[in-house]
């Protein structure tokens, strides 16, 4: 549970974090992957002072179909199925921003009110 979803896009506090941090890398939907493990860092190091395995986690549920509604991070390799399987280690799997997500960030600059 953790933080509480911000009205205005319903992504809470680590979620926007994470994207933010992706953003930072250069991340894009239309670039190439990156490794999980360097983004967890990134995040860790600059934005979210708490373990590796709850941002990896949460980049985790951004990158599977079935967990959100619209899929934020663009996911390569296992990231668990429906059924309960686990996702595989953050150094095993690679990520990108969703095109959407992308999008998401687009207003940041203007910080919406």
């Known amino acids: 549970s953790g933080g509480l979803p911000d009205a205005r896009d319903g992504l809470k506090p680590v979620h926007r974090r994470v994207l933010y941090a992706m953003s930072e890398l250069g991340n894009d939907w239309n670039k190439p992957y990156k490794k999980s493990a360097r ?29 959100l509604r619209y899929m934020l991070v663009d996911g390569q390799g296992n990231f668990g199925s429906v059924d309960g399987d686990n996702a595989a280690a953050m150094r095993y799997t690679e990520v990108r921003m969703a095109k959407l997500a992308h999008e998401l960030l687009a207003d940041l600059e203007k910080e919406p009110v």
Do not use: N
């Not at 590796?52 to 179909?65: E, F, L, N, S």
């Open 39 to 67: 983004v967890v860092g990134d995040v860790i190091g600059k934005y979210h002072p708490h373990g590796d395995i709850a941002v990896y986690g949460t980049i985790v549920r951004m990158a599977q179909p079935f967990s």
